[in-house]
């Protein structure tokens, strides 16, 4: 196989949108992939501390998962089936009865939408609102919901938001985030004085959406405390909970819903990203059936149910979720990563550790100190992003199934990254 990949990456330049941004980061050709790693046209192999932003959580190319695909296909399985009823959906919805929402004394209608976890928050924003007959809806600072018009209207990030070239993202308050003024400011006593104050003129919303732990926005985790909170504000003013577990779900915090430790009942749930298990497209909107007050397709899409999404998903939630087995090792994962990252944490001033579960990183200071750790880590075979309002935050997201070997290498080639990138730093400052 010829090692020159420039004829490759000529076309990208050259056709594809400008819109691109992870590519601009690993400037090189991949090819294949297995498990925690991916390889490139070059025949180098990297370990993945990115997962596909979290849709790979089960690593790439579960044997599995391929293998009961593959035999769906073989057989010449339904590939596509809008959302008629089929055999894979009937087995993906008893599977995630048994092992997800049984377990866990949980009664939610599965809403199949379209197959991306934006389609999955406008349908809960719609569906707010029908049941409601309000119109405004709670969002918080650094929130991160999706890049259509009504998500994006929820999500904080102001680049992200100015890519609706002046369309109006209106109908939304964004209050503060746990923690967002500070470890001793009471951002729920703020919030619930704006809401027991007639004259603050913040009217009673449609719905308070958050996220458990904050992807995008610099993985900022909500307190138990918060999280409990919010749910009583919303029930109190009337208000359904909705909670976007999109990024931190499926067991990427060490519990399949982000939000378990809280021991709260959202009224929605957005699912998306691992939901598949295969990193296939497939996104859905868990309801309380109270709450399910659509009209036959108010809300559908051509891609509503991903059919081989189903089978990869079902086989997902058989393997992983039947005990309690894969919990327990991801936690124990867990105090791996937060042991990896302190290490690192301590080689700088001020730096300090963010997230929870296999969902954390280091707060380096600044964006352009990140952005030169994450490329350094690159040289040396790690892939790995920032996230934060300014970027200033090296994050973890590397597959929940990643042998502890593998993920104790990758986080010794962050440790060198990050002493690599402060040496230069002091001799660039001197």
Not at 159 to 174: C, I, M, N, Q
Not at 186 to 202: A, H, R, Y
Not at 287 to 310: M, S, Y
Not at 336 to 358: C, E, F, N, S, Y
Request: hydrophobic share 40%; glycine share 10%.
């Amino acid at each position: 196989m010829s090692t020159d990949t420039s004829a490759e990456t000529s076309i990208f330049n050259r056709r594809e949108s400008e819109a691109r941004s992870y590519c601009r980061s690993f400037e090189t050709v991949f090819t294949t992939a297995k498990g925690a790693e991916m390889t490139d046209a070059e025949g180098r192999t990297y370990i993945d501390f990115l997962a596909g932003c979290s849709s790979l959580n089960y690593g790439h190319n579960d044997p599995d998962m391929k293998e009961a695909l593959i035999e769906h296909i073989a057989d010449d399985g339904i590939a596509h089936g809008l959302d008629m009823y089929t055999t894979e959906k009937a087995r993906f919805l008893k599977a995630y009865e048994e092992n997800i929402l049984k377990p866990r004394g949980m009664d939610y209608k599965v809403m199949m939408t379209g197959p991306t976890g934006t389609n999955a928050v406008e349908a809960a924003m719609k569906l707010a609102r029908k049941v409601t007959g309000r119109r405004n809806i709670v969002a918080f600072t650094n929130g991160f919901h999706g890049m259509t018009m009504g998500s994006l209207s929820l999500t904080g990030n102001a680049g992200k938001r100015a890519g609706a070239g002046g369309g109006s993202l209106a109908d939304v308050t964004h209050l503060p985030f746990d923690g967002a003024l500070g470890d001793d400011v009471d951002t729920l006593s703020q919030i619930e004085w704006m809401f027991d104050n007639p004259s603050s003129g913040v009217d009673a919303p449609a719905a308070f959406i958050f996220e458990p732990v904050q992807g995008e926005g610099g993985l900022n985790a909500a307190s138990t405390e918060w999280m409990q909170g919010v749910a009583r504000l919303a029930k109190k003013l009337g208000a359904l909970l909705i909670v976007d577990d999109i990024q931190s779900g499926c067991g990427r915090t060490g519990t399949y819903f982000a939000f378990e430790e809280a021991g709260i009942e959202p009224d929605m749930i957005t699912q998306a990203k691992s939901l598949s298990g295969f990193g296939l497209p497939f996104a859905a909107l868990l309801i309380k059936p109270e709450h399910d007050i659509w009209k036959p397709a108010e809300h559908n899409g051509t891609f509503r149910g991903n059919t081989h999404a189903f089978v990869t998903g079902r086989v997902a939630l058989e393997k992983f979720w039947s005990d309690d087995s894969f919990q327990k090792d991801v936690q124990h994962k867990s105090a791996i990563l937060t042991a990896g990252l302190q290490a690192i944490a301590d080689v700088l001033p001020d730096a300090r550790l963010k997230g929870r579960g296999m969902m954390q990183g280091v707060d380096v200071g600044s964006g352009e100190l990140a952005g030169d750790v994450c490329a350094r880590a690159f040289e040396n075979g790690l892939i790995i992003e920032t996230s934060g309002a300014h970027d200033e935050v090296v994050k973890v997201l590397a597959p929940l199934t990643i042998p502890e070997e593998t993920l104790r290498k990758g986080l010794n080639i962050l440790l060198d990254a990050v002493r690599d990138a402060t040496v230069n730093t002091k001799i660039a400052a001197e």
